[in-house]
């Protein structure tokens, strides 16, 4: 009796972790997050503004809300996107934007990678997992040198949050 005690123990540790280490990048982030976003341009603090994000399941399992609601008392602004499931089984999401903008995003491990490039900027946008917190950056860059092989680009802005889940 004792065996088959440790076996349904060891049954009910193991079965939990497995499945949430099998969920996918965005279940692991459902909930409301809150953090400070830090702005920087050129190496410099320029202003710091608090954020939530709300990570939501819709009637499609592929998809989910993912808002982003910024509360400055000059700009406030709330972001709604789409983050979908390209096909079943892969690490390729698109983040779709209001304006009918799709973004892919790429999950590795508990990390969501997104490199893009609008008006001779490039952008890179990245979403980390780490234990209790989701670490959020974007930044942008600008072609600095030309090489024969090699294109360098300058830093000009990031913007960066350490989100913690909010308590339900």
């Not at 930044?139 to 308590?167: C, E, H, M, P, W």
Request: proline content about 5%.
């Amino acid at each position: 009796m004792t065996r088959q005690l440790l076996q349904v123990l060891c049954f009910l540790l193991i079965v939990p972790s497995f499945l949430h280490a099998q969920s996918s990048f965005p279940e692991k982030c459902l909930g409301t997050w809150e953090g400070m976003l830090h702005i920087y341009s050129r190496g410099q603090l320029k202003d710091s503004v608090p954020v939530t994000l709300e990570v939501e399941r819709t009637a499609d399992p592929a998809t989910f809300q993912w808002v982003t609601t910024y509360h400055s008392e000059e700009h406030p602004m709330v972001k709604p996107y789409q983050l979908k499931l390209q096909k079943p089984g892969s690490n390729t999401y698109v983040m779709i934007e209001e304006d009918d903008v799709s973004l892919f995003m790429y999950a590795f491990d508990n990390k969501l990678y997104s490199l893009f490039e609008t008006e001779n900027t490039i952008l890179s946008n990245t979403y980390e997992l780490r234990d209790n917190t989701l670490l959020f950056e974007v930044n942008s860059a600008s072609q600095q040198a030309t090489g024969s092989v090699v294109n360098s680009y300058q830093i000009d802005y990031l913007q960066k949050a350490a989100f913690t889940r909010k308590k339900p």
